[in-house]
């Protein structure tokens, strides 16, 4: 899959996800991606059966599996910093 497929031809975010039991990933998402996930993960039913509770999301830095049931948070981290001089 071309990366202008897979992060929607925008500007990628850095988004953390948090599971129950303390793990975190980052991953890059599209504007897109992140809404799709955020809804998915609103409009789980936390007691549905065990294949109900899988997404597949594509990121820029691949395919991932999350059982939506265990996520527990979904942020998108701040703009990055820059470090130096900006051009003026």
């Known amino acids: 899959m071309a990366e202008d497929e897979t992060n929607g031809g925008g500007e990628s975010n850095r988004v953390e996800i948090g599971f129950d039991g ?3 990933m980052v991953a890059r998402l599209s504007a897109e991606q992140l809404d799709a996930l ?4 609103a409009s ?3 007691l549905a059966s065990e294949a109900g509770g899988w997404y597949e999301l594509e990121s820029t ?3 991932i ?3 939506l ?3 527990v948070f979904v942020r998108r981290a701040a703009a990055s ?3 130096g001089f900006s051009g003026a």
């Open 81 to 83: 910093h820059t470090i």
């Open 69 to 71: 049931r265990k996520v």
């Open 38 to 41: 955020k809804q998915a993960v």
């Open 65 to 67: 599996s999350l059982d």
């Open 22 to 24: 303390g793990q975190v």
């Open 61 to 63: 830095d691949g395919a």
């Open 44 to 46: 789980t039913d936390k």
